[in-house]
């Protein structure tokens, strides 16, 4: 699986848009881009995921990038609640030996 | 139903014992997974099942020992641990072999403290 690169931390006021950006640009052509997050002490939720199109659900948008080596998880108006570590994962989901493999993820920090 | 139940939440265990976590999901998930997560640290697999049999072992310990009897059902039997295995043990489970048509559903975990 094509591995992801995320900054450590992002802050972002409540209210606004927060913007999470990826990048994978080793992805091939038959990895889907899933964005997981997780909420201090609970297991991973799963947010949204796309392969080469835009997706929008009542979570989150996804948008990823025409050569699709990148893509931004976009939280519209970010609450208190939003508050937590995201993860970006590129995988083949296909057979029986697909996984997620987690990186170091994204660290949002959502405040007053 | 659309969760994914493990228990117990919290397990405390000597290094002598021998302990089971249990998931169980009734979403009609043919996939079931499970991750270890130390703290501040990203999950990290340990072992996937596809339709009841094993399809991947992330070269985990042999104390470990996974068990999916049914298709909602997955068990991990430990035994004899060391305090390192001290973590959260997360299961999920996806519609098919990799969550093409949505994601992995996690539970809640369960806090595994080794003595």
């Known amino acids: 699986d094509a591995k992801t690169t995320q900054p450590p931390s992002m802050d972002c006021a409540e209210g606004r848009a927060a913007n999470l950006p990826c990048n994978h640009s080793t992805i091939s052509g038959n990895e889907y881009v899933y964005w997981y997050r997780q909420i201090h002490s609970q297991g991973p939720q799963y947010i949204i995921h796309?392969?080469?199109n835009n997706e929008t659900n009542e979570m989150a948008s996804l948008i990823i990038t025409e050569d699709r080596k990148s893509s931004t998880l976009i939280l519209p108006h970010a609450t208190l609640r939003d508050t937590a570590v995201y993860y970006c994962i590129v995988s083949n989901p296909t057979g029986t030996a697909s996984k997620l493999t987690f990186g170091t993820g994204t660290r949002l920090q959502v405040t007053l | 139903d659309t969760e994914v139940t493990q228990t117990p939440k919290h397990l405390v265990m000597g290094m002598t014992n021998k302990k089971s976590l249990k998931c169980e999901q009734h979403m009609g998930h043919r996939a079931m997974y499970w991750y270890k997560q130390k703290a501040k640290k990203p999950p990290e697999l340990m072992f996937v099942y596809s339709y009841e049999k094993l399809s991947i072992n992330e070269s985990v310990p042999s104390r470990f020992s996974p068990e999916c009897p049914n298709s909602s059902l997955l068990n991990l039997h430990l035994h004899a641990l060391q305090p390192e295995d001290s973590a959260l043990y997360l299961c999920?489970?996806?519609?098919?072999?990799?969550?093409?048509?949505?994601?992995?559903?996690f539970g809640s975990g369960t806090r595994l403290t080794v003595v």
């Open positions: 999920a489970s996806s519609q098919d072999g990799g969550g093409r048509f949505g994601g992995y559903t």
């Open positions: 796309g392969l080469k």
